[in-house]
Structure formats: structure tokens, C-alpha cells
């Protein structure tokens, strides 16, 4: 390989990136201030080009604090003088501490990318393996951009007009800057209204009661389902486990009519029993399918060392194979809860009384003329938030549980 490769390469990314950053922080500068920001492109490709070739000219070992400033400040610098003194578009009179705040934070940025996409590598790095690795970053740091923004935007505009009113919504969609000098009552105006007009309190209640017993359920005859499956021999038992998910793959709109007459027949249709009796028939099998999975993984050995202890099959099952499949149950229980929580077709048909109804029913009730915008949109940030919370604390149990029992003592 020649020499300089790396240092082309990410002279390239420091264009790209340039580019892609300055884009997206303008846009993100527009959607908040609301004022007309323009997005310099070429501008920030030829800064983003000069703060790479700064950052990488150093050796590795020389890129410290000073040296990622020096190289923000080159960005910044660049974009100064290529803009003439109109970095977002727009001269710094207009807004200049939201301007300044949003051209360090584009510097921070792109320099916190380059500075990991070039990490341990430059100048007397070169060699085939090291440029791949550059291209790989670079793709690995598209990628993880591209789905963040696909993930965070429609969040993003969904809490913005929440805390909107009805005039500034018609006066002007695309604005999502908010007053806040209006005070906290007028800007969580519309969730107030949702738990004080709206019964919102009670389908919370009403979906934490059908998702947790949907969990409940699902993992009292799925554990010891798949256990037989995964581990006890039996005739018919590849066929079983084979035909575990044709259950799962019957569309539910199918089931709906007959289920429909069966419930409304045993005077189970317009209660919350119903659906706790219906989301598990829908949730079990494909849990059925992922713990059989996983438990096939522990090994059998542990499982009798257990047996010749003296412990019975239960007891191999609730001191041994439980405690090592403790990702799994996560994983599992997280995956119903959330098919439960976002359920709405069974709700939907089975749900007249308005006490009764969970928060996709809910929410569904909102979707009409005489209900503003921004409720709906808080509505779908309230059922957004329980799950997205329960996420991330899950996630936090599942490092805890893989690495739980690897090591004696």
C-alpha cells in the first residue's frame, strides 16, 4: 500500500462528514429556533476537510484534548471565513448565541467522528488491514447516524407538537421551537387535558394490568414448554418443535370474528379478562420458540451434575437452568410486553366501555376532527415512554444477567 492512504481516507471522511453534519445540525437548528437557517454543504465539506487533515497530520499518540480543539477550531474557522460570517445560512446578528451554541456542537461532533474513525491510526500506519479498517468506521459511523436520526426524528416531532398550541400549529407546521416563557401549565397543556378530560390515567392502569398479566402467563407455560421441548425426549417431540410457530403465523384478523362471537356469547367481550386470554395465545408460541432456542444452548452437563446432587427435575429447573436463562426470560418478557402494550386490533373490537380501554384504544379515540393535533401527539408520547424506559432498564439487566454465574465464587 502507498504511503498516505490512511491520511486520503480520512481527508475523504472529513468531507463526507462535513457535508452530513452540517446538514443535519442545521435542520436541527431550524426545527428548534424556528428561524430559516440554510444548510452551507460545500462549505462544510471543505471545513470538514481541513479539520481532518489537522487531526490526522499528528501521530496518534499526539491527539489529545489540545489537539481535537485545535482541529474544532480549524472546522469553525473555515466555516467562518467560507460562509462569510454566515455559518447556518444567516448573518450572526440573528440568533447569534443559538447560532454559536449549534456551530460548536457541529464541531464537536465532527471531530468526535473523525477522531474515532482514525483512532490509533495515521502516519506510519500504513497497510491494507488499517485502510479497510478506516472504510469499515466510516461505514459502521453512516450507519449508526442514519438509523439514529430514522429513530429520534419522528420522536423528536412528536414531542415538539405535544408541547404546542392549536394557532401556533396552524399557523406554522414546521415550527417546532417552543416559548418557554409561557410557563409550565401552558406548555404541558396538552397532557394535562389527556389525564384530566380524557381518562388517560385509566388506560395506563388498564395497559400495565394487561401486558404485566400477558407476561405473567406467557412465561408461566412457556418456560416449562420449551424446556420439555428443548431437553426431554418424547415421540413427536422435532415435530413439536418444529410446528411451534404455525400458530403464530395464522394471521390474528382471522381469529378476530370467531373470537368476536365466542366472548360476546360468554359475556367475555367488553372486559379486560378477555384480552389477558387472548394476547397470550398470540405471544406464547413465539415464546415457546425462543427460550426452546435457548435452552438447547445451556449445557446439558450442569443439568445433571444437578440431578446427581439429589435436585429434581424442578429443582434442576428453578436452581440451574432458570438462573442461566435469565437473558432469555428478559428478552422474552420484553418482546410480550411490548406486543401487548402495542396491541390495538383485539382492543379495538372487544373494548366499548371507555373505563375499559387501553392506551392504543386510547389513543385511536383521538384521531378525530374535534380533538387537536397536539393530543394526539401526546398521547404517543405517553405510549411511548413506559416502553422506552422499561427498555433501557432491561437492557441493563440483560449485561447483568450474560455475564451472571460465568465466574465461580
Known amino acids: 500500500m502507498r504511503i498516505g492512504n490512511i491520511f486520503i481516507l480520512c481527508l475523504i471522511a472529513g468531507a463526507i462528514w462535513g457535508a452530513i453534519y452540517t446538514l443535519l445540525i442545521t435542520l436541527l437548528a431550524l426545527l428548534v429556533t424556528g428561524v430559516e437557517f440554510q444548510p ?63 456551530i460548536v456542537l457541529l464541531a464537536f461532533v465532527l471531530v468526535q467522528t473523525l477522531h474515532l474513525t482514525a483512532l490509533d491510526l495515521g502516519p506510519g500506519h500504513e497497510s491494507r488491514y488499517n485502510v479497510e479498517v478506516v472504510i469499515l468506521r466510516f461505514f459502521k459511523g453512516f450507519g449508526l447516524v442514519f438509523f439514529t436520526i430514522a429513530v429520534a426524528l419522528p420522536f423528536f416531532v412528536m414531542v415538539m407538537m405535544s408541547l404546542k398550541n392549536q394557532q401556533l400549529l396552524l399557523s406554522d407546521p414546521l415550527d417546532f421551537s417552543l416559548d ?71 394471521p390474528m384478523i382471522v381469529l378476530v370474528i370467531p373470537l368476536y362471537a365466542i366472548f360476546s356469547q360468554l359475556g367475555m367481550r367488553n372486559t379486560l379478562w378477555g384480552l389477558m386470554l387472548v394476547y397470550p395465545a398470540t405471544t406464547i408460541p413465539v415464546a415457546l420458540y425462543m427460550l426452546q432456542g435457548y435452552f438447547r444452548g445451556i449445557p446439558a452437563e450442569l443439568e445433571d451434575a444437578g440431578l446427581m446432587d439429589g435436585l429434581t427435575r424442578i429443582g434442576v429447573i428453578r436452581k440451574v437452568t432458570l438462573p442461566l436463562a435469565l437473558p432469555a426470560l428478559a428478552s422474552v418478557a420484553l418482546y410480550v410486553f411490548m406486543i401487548a402494550w402495542n396491541e390495538f386490533l383485539f382492543a379495538f373490537m372487544f373494548l366499548d366501555n371507555v373505563q375499559l380501554y387501553t392506551l392504543s384504544r386510547g389513543i385511536a379515540d383521538l384521531n378525530t376532527a374535534e380533538v387537536p393535533r397536539q393530543h ?30 460465568s465466574v465461580k465464587g
Open 40 to 102: 452551507q454543504l460545500w462549505q462544510g465539506m471543505v471545513a470538514g476537510t481541513a479539520a481532518a487533515g489537522v487531526l490526522v497530520f499528528q501521530r496518534p499518540a499526539g491527539r489529545d484534548r489540545r489537539m481535537l480543539a485545535m482541529a474544532g477550531g480549524v472546522f469553525i474557522a473555515g466555516l467562518l471565513l467560507l460562509t462569510g460570517l454566515q455559518p447556518l445560512g444567516t448573518g450572526l446578528g440573528r440568533a447569534i448565541l443559538g447560532q454559536v451554541v449549534f
Open 376 to 405: 394526539l401527539m401526546a398521547g404517543a408520547v405517553i405510549a411511548t415512554i413506559p416502553v422506552l424506559v422499561l427498555f433501557l432498564w432491561f437492557e441493563r439487566f440483560l449485561v447483568t444477567g450474560l455475564t451472571a454465574g
Open 180 to 250: 418557554l416563557s409561557q410557563g409550565a401549565a401552558a406548555l404541558f397543556r396538552s397532557y394535562i387535558e389527556l389525564f384530566g378530560q380524557y381518562n388517560f390515567g385509566t388506560f395506563l392502569l388498564n395497559s400495565a394490568m394487561v401486558s404485566v398479566a400477558t407476561v405473567a402467563i406467557t412465561l408461566f407455560f412457556a418456560v416449562p414448554g420449551a424446556y420439555v421441548v428443548a431437553r426431554l425426549k418424547f415421540p413427536g417431540q422435532a415435530f413439536l418443535s418444529r410446528s411451534i410457530l404455525l400458530i403464530y403465523m395464522v
